[in-house]
């Protein structure tokens, strides 16, 4: 195996080492632990009261237009990352392209702005 | 770590897995460790006019066992209408986005786990694993409290993800690479106007960048004023309301940790990380560092992660909570066009130098 790809293994071993040392630490838990469940401990606490509905209860997403707009200007920094990179080999060329780049993101930004889409409802 | 070639050892690779993830382990548990007990435990008493813990030890210093052995002992509840496998899995998820996260910190010239060309863009894409695990802690509790939490938690990373990735590029543009180790070689080997004394730390010249990534860390670590998911006034503990006994005590190391990882990759951007600037010693490149770095190396990054860390949590302890709606006009309408503007600026002085 490449070099390169076993330092992505390392990355795969710590994933793994997390779950590992969570699973030890509950399960020394669980052996010191009481269990005696009723039926009161078990449902869901809303300050003392009983539950009214479902715990799903309906509730408005907000954020769905920043989801959007999230994901543009997430892609956004994919493109960018490149460039940062090897700015000093572009220059002055590199410079203006990502002017442009940036300046039609930044109209982006501006006309969903005036639409009003930034505000928290 | 490549520490191992160093010594001049020859370790199966299985070993030197075991190795990293053990140094892994350390490296995760150690400042967060630290960080409850300097900053939580006794930082927060001394700015709230008490004394904090003082019973277990010496001033209180083996609380944190004592709490840990606490937990290990409390009642494993779960909602019955709970989702049990997902509620279950998402503490674990939580620290698991922590635990691969350090898997890309540089600690000294050799120590390191991983050295990927693109570390830093790595260290984004993994931060945000965290809020998988948040959303669906919410999502599984079957809880309105923790669903609003939730909710809120993924609205408020997604708000703030986007100013501290713009902030980390233009420190890529001016170290022109997103290796971790090549971040910080350019710092301490750099030079300010041809002075090198203190070598070229990028919270001098990116002055701007270390203030906006600084406000996202906040954000994203849920750390008051940006305490929204989790605050206790409105949603009783947010995405955690129905954790209890250790699954709670997850979901807390993995907060401070992480506050404590990110606090590293702030350094490393912005202070210089493991470097001492090289002039001092007469060095110029990764190779003529000397090979006591690789033990005094980790010890001035912890050291400024504790610096770090020290901000974070005096704006925690001093700043009442934001409203939702300020919080995400704050974003979208302050940091992000700021950190598109300094991007543009940045690399017009680099390419005019």
């Given at each position: 195996?490449?070099q390169f790809?076993r330092s992505?293994?390392t990355?795969?071993?710590?994933?793994?080492?997390?779950?590992?040392?969570?699973?030890?630490?509950?399960?020394?838990?669980?052996?010191?632990?009481?269990?005696?469940?009723?039926?009161?401990?078990?449902?869901?606490?809303?300050?003392?009261?009983?539950?009214?509905?479902?715990?799903?209860?309906?509730?408005?997403?907000?954020?769905?237009?920043?989801?959007?707009?999230?994901?543009?200007?997430?892609?956004?920094?994919?493109?960018?990352?490149?460039?940062?990179?090897?700015?000093?080999?572009?220059?002055?060329?590199?410079?203006?392209?990502?002017?442009?780049?940036?300046?039609?993101?930044?109209?982006?930004?501006?006309?969903?702005?005036?639409?009003?889409?930034?505000?928290?409802? | 770590m490549s520490?191992?070639?160093?010594?001049?050892?020859?370790?199966?690779?299985?070993?030197?897995?075991?190795?990293?993830?053990?140094?892994?382990?350390?490296?995760?548990?150690?400042?967060?460790?630290?960080?409850?007990?300097?900053?939580?435990?006794?930082?927060?008493?001394?700015?709230?006019?008490?004394?904090?813990?003082?019973?277990?030890?010496?001033?209180?210093?083996?609380?944190?066992?004592?709490?840990?052995?606490?937990?290990?002992?409390?009642?494993?509840?779960?909602?019955?209408?709970?989702?049990?496998?997902?509620?279950?899995?998402?503490?674990?998820?939580?620290?698991?986005?922590?635990?691969?996260?350090?898997a890309v910190v540089p600690?000294?010239p050799d120590a390191w786990f991983t050295n990927f060309e693109a570390g830093?863009?790595y260290?984004?894409?993994?931060?945000?694993?965290?809020?998988?695990?948040?959303?669906?802690?919410?999502?599984?509790?079957?809880?309105?409290?923790?669903?609003?939490?939730?909710?809120?938690?993924?609205?408020?990373?997604?708000?703030?993800?986007?100013?501290?990735?713009?902030?980390?590029?233009?420190?890529?543009?001016?170290?022109?690479?997103?290796n971790l180790q090549d971040?910080v070689?350019?710092?301490?080997?750099?030079?300010?106007?041809?002075?090198?004394?203190?070598?070229?730390?990028?919270?001098?010249?990116?002055?701007?960048?270390?203030?906006?990534?600084?406000?996202?860390?906040?954000?994203?670590?849920?750390?008051?004023?940006?305490?929204?998911?989790?605050?206790?006034?409105?949603?009783?503990?947010?995405?955690?309301?129905?954790?209890?006994?250790?699954?709670?005590?997850?979901?807390?190391?993995?907060?401070?940790?992480?506050?404590?990882?990110?606090?590293?990759?702030?350094?490393?951007?912005?202070?210089?990380?493991?470097?001492?600037?090289?002039?001092?010693?007469?060095?110029?490149?990764m190779?003529?560092?000397?090979?006591?770095?690789?033990?005094?190396?980790?010890?001035?990054?912890?050291?400024?992660?504790?610096?770090?860390?020290?901000?974070?949590?005096?704006?925690?302890?001093?700043?009442?909570?934001?409203?939702?709606?300020?919080?995400?006009?704050?974003?979208?309408?302050?940091?992000?066009?700021?950190?598109?503007?300094?991007?543009?600026?940045?690399?017009?002085?680099?390419?005019?130098?």
């Open positions: 195996m490449s790809l992505y293994l990355v795969v071993w710590f994933g793994l080492a997390a779950f590992l040392i969570a699973s030890l630490l509950l399960g020394l838990s669980a052996l010191l632990r009481p269990n005696r469940p009723t039926r009161e401990k078990l449902i869901a606490y809303e300050s003392g009261v009983d539950p009214v509905g479902e715990g799903w209860s309906q509730s408005q997403i907000r954020y769905y237009v920043f989801a959007l707009l999230f994901v543009i200007f997430d892609v956004e920094a994919v493109f960018i990352f490149p460039w940062a990179t090897q700015l000093e080999r572009y220059a002055g060329f590199g410079l203006v392209e990502m002017g442009v780049f940036v300046a039609v993101l930044l109209l982006g930004l501006v006309y969903a702005w005036r639409k009003g889409v930034l505000r928290w409802i | 520490m191992v070639s160093v010594l001049a050892v020859d370790l199966p690779y299985w070993a030197q897995s075991l190795l990293r993830v053990l140094g892994g382990l350390v490296a995760v548990l150690l400042p967060a460790g630290t960080i409850v007990y300097v900053f939580l435990f006794k930082m927060m008493s001394f700015m709230q006019s008490r004394l904090g813990p003082m019973e277990a030890g010496p001033y209180g210093s083996m609380q944190l066992f004592a709490e840990v052995g606490k937990w290990l002992q409390k009642e494993d509840i779960y909602p019955e209408r709970a989702d049990k496998f997902i509620f279950k899995l998402a503490p674990l998820i939580v620290l698991a986005s922590t635990f691969l996260l350090v600690f000294g830093i863009f260290a984004l894409a993994v931060s945000s694993v965290s809020v998988l695990g948040i959303l669906i802690a919410g999502w599984a509790s079957a809880n309105k409290y923790s669903l609003l939490g939730g909710l809120r938690a993924a609205g408020q990373l997604i708000a703030y993800e986007l100013p501290m990735v713009l902030a980390v590029i233009g420190v890529v543009i001016q170290a022109g690479s997103m971040i070689l350019a710092q301490n080997a750099g030079s300010i106007f041809g002075w090198d004394g203190l070598g070229n730390p990028y919270v001098l010249t990116q002055f701007v960048g270390f203030i906006i990534f600084m406000i996202a860390v906040q954000a994203e670590l849920t750390q008051a004023p940006f305490d929204m998911p989790i605050a206790e006034s409105e949603l009783v503990s947010g995405y955690m309301t129905e954790y209890s006994g250790f699954r709670f005590l997850i979901f807390f190391i993995g907060e401070f940790a992480t506050a404590g990882v990110f606090a590293m990759i702030a350094s490393i951007l912005f202070l210089g990380g493991w470097g001492v600037p090289f002039a001092w010693f007469g060095w110029t490149d190779d003529s560092v000397d090979n006591w770095m690789n033990i005094v190396g980790p010890l001035i990054l912890f050291t400024k992660m504790m610096l770090v860390v020290f901000v974070v949590m005096w704006v925690r302890f001093s700043y009442p909570r934001f409203r939702e709606d300020q919080l995400q006009r704050f974003a979208w309408k302050v940091l992000i066009p700021i950190s598109l503007v300094n991007i543009m600026v940045t690399a017009i002085l680099k390419v005019a130098f």
